[in-house]
């Protein structure tokens, strides 16, 4: 059973960046995709972006031009690094994987951007 961690949520001005991390405590190389959703508060769980073992990305609209997903096989972690963030940005960002029809997600990294 592979655990998902996501780390470097916190409190950022409006404009500024952050760089999500969800550290595998196992093997990453066979999940595909591993993703990015987030939940603000009273609203659904939403993509934010997905990335697929050969590399391939797609992003929700709301974020596409300014965060970047990546993944990184030998160290078993999966990033998002957001840019220009803004307040609707707010929420608990969790991470996911899936593999043989099943997914993992970790407990979520809250996100606050707010001047």
């Known amino acids: 059973q592979v655990q998902l961690v996501e780390s470097g949520g916190g409190l950022v001005q409006p404009g500024g960046s952050l760089r999500l991390s969800c550290a595998a405590s196992?093997?990453?190389?066979?999940?595909?995709?591993m993703g990015w959703y987030r939940q603000a508060p009273g609203k659904e769980r939403e993509l934010v972006a997905r990335?697929?073992?050969?590399?391939?990305?797609t992003y929700g609209d709301s974020v596409k031009g300014r965060f970047t997903i990546s993944r990184d096989n030998v160290l078993n972690t999966l990033y998002l690094q957001m840019n220009g963030l803004k307040p609707e940005d707010t929420a608990v960002y969790y991470c996911?994987?899936?593999?043989?029809?099943?997914?993992?997600w970790g407990r979520g990294t809250l996100v606050t951007v707010s001047s």
């Open positions: 990335i697929w073992r050969g590399g391939t990305t």
């Open positions: 196992g093997s990453i190389f066979s999940f595909s995709p």
């Open positions: 996911n994987g899936f593999i043989v029809a099943k997914d993992f």
